[in-house]
Nanobody
Framework: QVVLVESGGGLVQSGDSLRLSCAAS????????TGWFRQAPGKEREFVSG????????YYADSVRGRFTISRDNAKNTVYLQMNSLKPGDTAVYSC?????????????????WGQGTQVTVSS
């Protein structure tokens, strides 16, 4: 069992930055690939970014590539999502998720553990 807790969301203006954190407790986190997903009101949940358990492979949705950076510190059981040049279209609830294998997947169905989410609101 892995418990995930996100933090770092907030209300910012267009062009600002935020860093989200996903802290894990429970089983050894460094054996899990981790992903960030987001869901805006009235829209489907979508994949944002993912990182392998070693941190060597990272993946990004086209909409955030070049603006967002995912990283992890397994010693701290934490995965980060650095979000720069935020746009109003990035407004959503951001959730981290973990899967019990090394590789990243872009489908939310492949992730067994989820955090409660953190709200990110970007004003224009």
């Amino acid at each position: 069992q892995v418990v995930l807790v996100e933090s770092g969301g907030g209300l910012v203006q267009s062009g600002d930055s935020l860093r989200l954190s996903c802290a894990a407790s429970g089983r050894t986190f460094n054996n899990y690939a981790t992903g960030w997903f987001r869901q805006a009101p009235g829209k489907e949940r979508e994949f944002v970014s993912g990182i392998s358990w070693t941190g060597r492979q990272t993946y990004y949705a086209d909409s955030v590539r070049g603006r967002f950076t995912i990283s992890r510190d397994n010693a701290k059981n934490t995965v980060y999502l650095q979000m720069n040049s935020l746009k109003p279209g990035d407004t959503a609830v951001y959730s981290c998720a973990a899967r019990t294998t090394a590789g990243v997947r872009t489908s939310s169905a492949d992730y067994a553990y989820w955090g409660q989410g953190t709200q990110v609101t970007v004003s224009s």
